[in-house]
């Protein structure tokens, strides 16, 4: 088993920055995608950012040059840097892991951006 504990949301004015981690620990062996996503209230889980074990990452079109994905290795922990804020990045953040065969997901983080 994996568990993903993800921390560093809150509220923030719009063109302020924060950063997400996301702590793993458990049974990891060989991680094929790490990456987040995001929920805003009424609209579908989307991806934010993901990358995979081979070295690509992707970033969705309304976070690019605005927000960087960076690891860990050694703590296991992958961060979400978030800079130039817009109140329409306000969402539930959620840490995604996939290793091997399985998919695991944080409990999510709130980020306000106040406009």
């Known amino acids: 088993q994996v568990q993903l504990v993800e921390s560093g949301g809150g509220l923030v004015q719009a063109g302020g920055s924060l950063r997400l981690s996301c702590a793993a620990s458990?049974?990891?062996?060989?991680?094929?995608?790490m990456g987040w996503y995001r929920q805003a209230p009424g609209k579908p889980r989307e991806l934010v950012v993901a990358?995979?074990?081979?070295?690509?990452?992707d970033y969705a079109d309304s976070v690019k040059g605005r927000f960087t994905i960076s690891t860990d290795n050694a703590k296991n922990t992958v961060y979400l840097q978030m800079n130039s804020l817009k109140a329409e990045d306000t969402a539930v953040y959620y840490c995604?892991?996939?290793?091997?065969?399985?998919?695991?997901w944080g409990q999510g983080t709130q980020v306000t951006v106040s406009s």
């Open positions: 995604y892991l996939n290793v091997g065969s399985s998919e695991y």
């Open positions: 990358t995979s074990r081979r070295g690509f990452t």
């Open positions: 458990g049974s990891i062996f060989i991680v094929n995608v």
